[in-house]
């Protein structure tokens, strides 16, 4: 099971809703836990491998930003842009990038290339409102299209692609007062595929997720 930003990654297209990471960039990562071993006692019947939580950059003290270009083999490109910053009551982190390459055809009878594309936006926005409680909220954006190879020979896949939408949401109200931290919790996911198979016919999938979590934390000391 794959979180980013904790909420739950489902994929509609996929029979068992795994969810497929290839459309996450790295730029806009602060970090990626990994829980081994089976977690679905806590995480669900798909954790039944493990469970990745990923974390998206948060705002840093004072101001900054932050331009990236990288370009590669096969007219591949990659743009990246990010503001951050960090102050008394409020912080925030936007990160946009921009990502295509022609791609290259691992059939071993044509030369067609199979291009990719990822327009992706993320976000951070934390504002205190008091000592004892905050708001924090989180989004994600990813537009992507991808062309693949068909899996014979004798398939011609020049129509092979598949365009797609992951959108997710979180939206979090902590409050800390002594021992005591309670967070309420709202996220949503949606996740579109559209399709175009190799005699140019059209499906669509599209899933979607909304969800409200309540913690209650009580510390009784550094141990429990």
Not at 24 to 49: F, P, W
Not at 155 to 183: H, M, P, R
């Amino acid at each position: 099971t794959v979180y980013v930003d904790g909420v739950k990654m489902l994929d509609p297209s996929s029979p068992d809703g795994s969810f497929y990471m290839e459309n996450i960039m790295k730029n806009s990562i602060d970090r990626v836990e990994i829980l081994k071993g089976t977690q679905s006692s806590l995480y669900g019947s798909n954790a039944i491998g493990g469970t990745i939580h990923i974390f998206t950059k948060k705002g840093r003290e004072g101001n900054h930003s932050n331009f990236e270009v990288e370009t590669g083999s096969n007219n591949t490109k990659n743009f990246n842009y990010s503001v951050d910053g960090a102050g008394n009551k409020f912080s925030y982190y936007l990160g946009l990038n921009k990502t295509l390459t022609d791609g290259i055809s691992t059939m071993n009878d044509n030369i067609e290339k199979d291009e990719y594309k990822n327009d992706g936006l993320v976000g951070n926005i934390a504002y205190k409102i008091n000592n004892n409680f905050k708001l924090e909220n989180s989004f994600r954006l990813a537009d992507t299209f991808y062309e693949y190879d068909a899996v014979s020979a004798s398939s011609t896949d020049v129509n092979d692609s598949t365009d797609n939408i992951e959108a997710s949401y979180t939206l979090k109200l902590i409050q800390e007062e002594d021992k005591f931290k309670n967070t309420l919790t709202y996220n949503k996911l949606y996740i579109e595929r559209d399709v175009t198979e190799t005699a140019h016919t059209y499906v669509s999938y599209y899933g979607y997720r909304d969800a409200f979590n309540f913690l209650s934390e009580y510390n009784f000391n550094l141990d429990n």
